[in-house]
């Protein structure tokens, strides 16, 4: 928790910082805008959360992300209701992250390889369903999904505000209060413990995952409502901003620690200089570039710490 509160101090001073250089930040329309534009960052940030957790990355979320776009546009550009195609989207997405499980836990892959492979099967998909190109418009008959998922306002918000939220909050539950969370947090903490204490390894990489895939689908969704047609590059380098999302709120890239309210600090960092960097008037290179620092000296900064706390913890068995 002290990680997050330090992570939240440094976001408010982002905002402060690009407020004074540029006071259109501050104005409803841009914290509308930037609201819904971090929505998609927390729902990957909390799949790959899940997957952090227990130790294991995933390198198929951009690629699920596309998938699931190019699916359920290719289907409601044809004429299907978009209940049924939102249904076979999320099919195929626990798919994937039920094959990633699976590689994982039973065949024993690294989670790298594994998920490289699975990214690359997921981006495949996305380019076959719909014979290499990019579908045409979903119809005027997808429009109450296009105001469910990205138009439609509720209580003021943007309905894709309400359903990050939604999702982060069950999610959150999930992870903080019940067994299955903690046995995620025991499988990344130490797995040879875990299995001895009782805790299925192989159901709770494969929980992960599939929560991983579940959000994935849900942004794939929400790419599909915003541009009203399905693009196969779409979720291209998503993979990169789960990773950001998480690690910068303090989920460890070594497993076992971490909470998602820090996921929702990262996301609303990334978002904040994103937003910010764009008004400052600096390029999509320069953005990434100052991204990836950021990622960089937050694992960096992970690692020294864990080093320090098994240092001092053995010096404390030494003394007794």
Known sequence: ????????????????????????????????????????????????????????IDLSIGSVVGMSTMISATLMSKGMDPLTAVFITFIA??????????????????????????????RGIAQIVNNNYNTDSIGSHADGF????????????????????????????????????????????????????????????????????VCAATVGLITTATSGMGTMDAGTSYELYAVAASVIGGISTLGGQGILLGTVVGASIWGVLQNGLQFAGAPVAIRNIVIGIIVIVSVLLDIVVRANKNKSKSNQKAKS
């Open 1 to 56: 928790m002290g990680q997050v509160i330090t992570v939240s101090i440094g976001l408010v001073a982002l905002v402060i910082v690009f407020g004074l250089l540029n006071p259109t930040f501050f104005s409803s329309r841009n914290i509308s805008n930037l609201l819904r534009q971090i929505a998609p960052i927390i729902l990957i940030g909390v799949g790959q959360s899940y997957v952090l957790i227990t130790a294991n």
């Open 146 to 213: 296009r105001d469910l998922f990205y138009y439609g306002e509720t209580f003021g918000l943007y309905n894709t505000i309400w359903i990050a939220l939604g999702i982060w909050l069950v999610f959150n539950f999930i992870l903080s209060r019940t067994r299955t969370g903690r046995h995620i947090y025991a499988v990344g903490s130490n797995m040879s413990a875990a299995h001895l204490s009782g805790v299925n390894i192989s159901s709770t990489i494969t929980k992960a995952y599939v929560v991983s895939s």
């Open 93 to 122: 997405a626990l798919g994937v992250g039920l094959l990633n499980g699976l590689l994982i836990s039973k065949a024993k892959l690294p989670s790298f390889i594994a998920t490289l492979g699975t990214m690359t099967i997921a």
